[in-house]
């Protein structure tokens, strides 16, 4: 008797596309959360990083290009040579986390019949932490340009 009377029969009823869609997504909605949370970790620890290497080799920075300087290279070339090593330096924590995470919640969510419609949402979660990533980039490199002063 601790499961319910024995002649109920709900539990036979069919199951609609859309109760089966909400039980699906009720599932994975620790899953996207949890997602969403390390996303922004990664956006964090981004920006931290950027912005320790502005506070802390602005002078080291100031050093090395007055050495390409007096070897030749101009202002534009100078830029793109510090536009390159902070992208680099920037973006990978977002490259390494948008590959581990995609390939953890596809393996997590392969035998879902929704895996292409939560994997949608995946790419839009990724797609905005992506654009915010971008946007904090170039704030915080020109910032680095003005103390370098390049």
């Known amino acids: 008797m601790v499961f319910g009377v024995k002649d109920d029969i ?20 620790f899953t996207f959360f949890a997602f969403c949370f390390i996303g922004f970790l990664f956006l964090l620890s981004s920006g931290i990083v950027l912005y320790y290497k502005i506070v ?4 080291e920075e100031k050093e090395q290009i007055g050495m ?16 390159t090593h902070l992208a680099i330096l920037f973006f990978t924590p977002l490259v390494i986390g948008v590959i581990l995470g995609a ?4 393996a997590e ?42």
């Open 10 to 29: 709900t539990h036979l009823r069919p199951i609609y596309n859309q109760e089966r869609f909400d039980m699906a997504f009720g599932i994975g909605g």
């Open 56 to 59: 802390t080799d602005i002078d």
């Open 68 to 83: 390409l300087k007096r070897i030749g290279l101009n202002n534009k070339e100078c830029r793109s040579y510090l536009t």
């Open 103 to 106: 390939v953890y919640m596809h």
């Open 109 to 150: 969510l392969v035998f879902s019949p929704y895996v292409g419609y939560m994997m949608g949402f995946i790419w839009i979660i990724i797609g905005v932490v992506a654009v915010l990533d971008g946007f904090l980039y170039l704030a915080l490199r020109k910032r680095f340009f003005r103390g370098i002063e390049v």
